[in-house]
């Protein structure tokens, strides 16, 4: 039975989600004004590996994650770009879409765009404020009252007196508290006219927390299962959710001061870990801040890929070129096993041993380091069986769990050649039947030295029964 790290409840749990064999999942998803960089490709990874295993599972899931399209970073950019919110916006959320796809992530059953939902922002405003936990400032914002809520701080683990003490001394003057944060942001005259939308309060747009428990409650109602997101979010971004939802929808008849909810916005919240460079925390003042595409100019999508989900989700990873290498040469390996493999799709088959331990390590908090120890192993005794049928099991069996985390679903030889992407592959197939002729006139030394200009082009051959020759690249 799976049982998952619950950061509210800060211990791993036995998963019952609220309606059986049913799923809902909200994920918060980019802000959309610049190119997806690796934090985002391990936060899209992630959450697609859980979905497929819910549904791998039995699971029928609803899997929602969200695009930010509208706040201060956007209007800055589009600004300094000329460039409209909408165009701006468009052309990041298409590649977005491009990376997300080359690393093999399927598509949510729902992306709400946050500015498709302002209505249902500014109703759960409305409700906040009737519930005695909003105010309009001096300035015309609307601003969250955190100390209204009595919750605050049950997600992080911060409390009221910590998080007073953390602030700054000085404190704008709008907010009745430096805790408060913003639900609604008056109209600035120099911003662009697609950034603002009409309400009771006057012209504004949301605050960035208030989206996602919008478009959440939207989507999956009051309470839902499962609500994820990188560590980054935990606080304040998710503790701000939890008391904009709960503080509108699970309130009892008394929502003043002593503010009371019964009812969760969601049952389980799953955090994944950072993406450190060299040993350092990503950043652009660093100079160690990379794109998705930045690093599939040098590496195969499969093989990132493979380098974000053989680490557990919760744990920190260390992108470096080594680790990158260290990847590729693993992925290289379980693709070697499969290289004379059925070509037909088998189901997994859930009884052998190796399918336990799989199911075990999936079950047990999405531990895909352990599921990935259960690939090699089947790839290892698929290399040294002896017994074609046999053999070809195993190779069926790799190939189907692997599948459950997005991996080694290309052609064996398409993976190994570099899916014939390059255009060195007339030049190795030319090299390759030199080598022939050079060993069938016994001319060695020739045949060593082909050997060896492939070798310096990073190719590997290997020579197999009956003059057939294989090449991989390294």
């Given at each position: 039975?799976?049982?998952?790290?619950?950061?509210?409840?800060?211990?791993?749990?036995?998963?019952?989600?609220?309606?059986?064999?049913?799923?809902?999942?909200?994920?918060?998803?980019?802000?959309?004004?610049?190119?997806?960089?690796?934090?985002?490709?391990?936060?899209?990874?992630?959450?697609?590996?859980?979905?497929?295993?819910l549904r791998a599972s039995g699971y029928a899931v609803t899997y929602v994650r969200n695009i930010t399209d509208i706040d201060d970073k956007i209007i800055k950019r589009s600004l300094e770009n000329n460039e409209s919110l909408r165009d701006l916006t468009d052309r990041f959320i298409q590649?977005?879409?491009?990376?997300?796809?080359?690393?093999?992530?399927?598509?949510?059953?729902?992306?709400?765009?946050?500015?498709?939902?302002?209505?249902?922002?500014?109703?759960?405003?409305?409700?906040?404020?009737?519930?005695?936990?909003?105010?309009?400032?001096?300035?015309?914002?609307?601003?969250?009252?955190?100390?209204?809520?009595?919750?605050?701080?049950?997600?992080?683990?911060?409390?009221?007196?910590?998080?007073?003490?953390?602030?700054?001394?000085?404190?704008?003057?709008?907010?009745?508290?430096?805790?408060?944060?913003?639900?609604?942001?008056?109209?600035?005259?120099?911003?662009?006219?697609?950034?603002?939308w009409a309400s009771k309060w006057g012209v504004g747009r949301p605050g960035w927390h208030i989206e996602c428990s919008a478009m959440s409650n939207s989507l999956l109602g009051d309470t839902f299962d499962i609500h994820g997101g990188g560590a980054d979010l935990q606080f304040p971004h998710h503790e701000n959710e939890i008391a904009q939802s709960e503080g509108a929808?699970?309130?009892?008849?008394?929502?003043?001061?002593?503010?009371?909810?019964n009812q969760n916005m969601a049952n389980y919240w799953l955090h994944n870990?950072?993406?450190?460079?060299?040993?350092?925390?990503?950043?652009?003042?660093?100079?160690?801040?990379?794109?998705?595409?930045?690093?599939?100019?040098?590496?195969?999508?499969?093989?990132?890929?493979?380098?974000?989900?053989?680490?557990h989700y919760r744990s920190e990873i260390n992108y470096?070129?080594?680790?990158?290498?260290?990847?590729?040469?693993?992925?290289?390996?379980?693709?070697?096993?499969?290289?004379d493999a059925p070509a037909q799709s088998v189901a997994p088959d859930w009884s052998s041993a190796y399918a336990q331990a799989f199911k075990a390590a999936m079950d047990d908090d999405f531990n895909t380091a352990i599921a990935v120890s259960v690939l090699f192993d089947l790839a290892s005794a698929a290399n040294s069986s002896t017994e074609p049928a046999q053999k070809a099991a195993l190779q069926q069996q790799l190939k189907a769990f692997a599948?459950?985390?997005?991996?080694?679903?290309?052609?064996?030889?398409?993976?190994?050649?570099?899916?014939?992407?390059?255009?060195?592959?007339?030049?190795?197939?030319?090299?390759?039947?030199?080598?022939k002729a050079a060993k069938a006139a016994k001319d060695f030394a020739q045949s060593d030295a082909i050997r060896a200009q492939l070798s310096a082009m990073g190719i590997v051959i290997e020579d197999k029964a009956g003059g057939v020759v294989e090449w991989r690249r390294v």
């Open positions: 039975m799976l049982h998952i790290y619950n950061t509210l409840a800060r211990d791993k749990q036995l998963f019952q989600p609220i309606n059986p064999n049913q799923v809902r999942m909200y994920v918060c998803g980019m802000t959309v004004y610049d190119y997806c960089h690796l934090g985002h490709a391990r936060v899209m990874v992630a959450f697609d590996m859980m979905q497929r295993w590649a977005m879409n491009e990376d997300a796809d080359a690393l093999g992530v399927e598509r949510p059953t729902h992306e709400p765009r946050a500015t498709e939902y302002v209505p249902q922002m500014l109703a759960m405003i409305d409700k906040l404020m009737h519930n005695g936990l909003a105010y309009q400032a001096s300035n015309g914002d609307i601003n969250y009252a955190v100390r209204q809520f009595k919750g605050y701080g049950k997600l992080s683990g911060k409390s009221l007196d910590d998080l007073q003490a953390g602030e700054r001394v000085a404190v704008e003057s709008h907010k009745r508290d430096p805790l408060d944060f913003v639900l609604w942001k008056s109209a600035k005259a120099d911003e662009p006219a697609d950034s603002k929808f699970a309130c009892t008849s008394d929502c003043g001061t002593e503010h009371q909810h870990g950072f993406v450190r460079v060299d040993d350092e925390k990503m950043s652009k003042s660093l100079g160690n801040f990379f794109t998705i595409r930045d690093v599939l100019k040098d590496f195969d999508a499969e093989v990132v890929r493979f380098f974000i989900l053989r680490a470096a070129i080594d680790n990158l290498n260290d990847a590729k040469a693993g992925l290289t390996r379980l693709y070697t096993a499969l290289k599948g459950v985390l997005g991996l080694l679903q290309r052609p064996a030889q398409a993976f190994l050649q570099g899916d014939a992407a390059h255009d060195d592959v007339a030049q190795i197939d030319a090299l390759i039947e030199q080598r």
